[in-house]
């Protein structure tokens, strides 16, 4: 076993977990209420897009 196997097999994943830990956990503690998920915001923006005038109105039972 060389080591660029050693590097890129045993020591680079551990690194790079470490970094998505500590990014995360910093993420979290800094901008915690910045978290949220962007498909929430798309379907918000849909659920009022049924309550304006122009929006399609279907036959009762159907809505």
Do not use: Q
Request: net charge neutral.
């Amino acid at each position: 076993m060389n080591w660029a196997n050693i590097l890129a097999f045993l020591v680079f994943p551990y690194i790079a977990l470490t970094i998505f830990v500590f990014g995360h956990g910093s993420r979290y503690l800094t901008d915690r209420y910045g978290w949220n998920a962007k498909s929430s915001e798309f379907l918000e923006k849909r659920s009022d897009c049924r309550e304006k005038e122009d929006a399609v109105n279907f036959p009762p039972g159907f809505s």
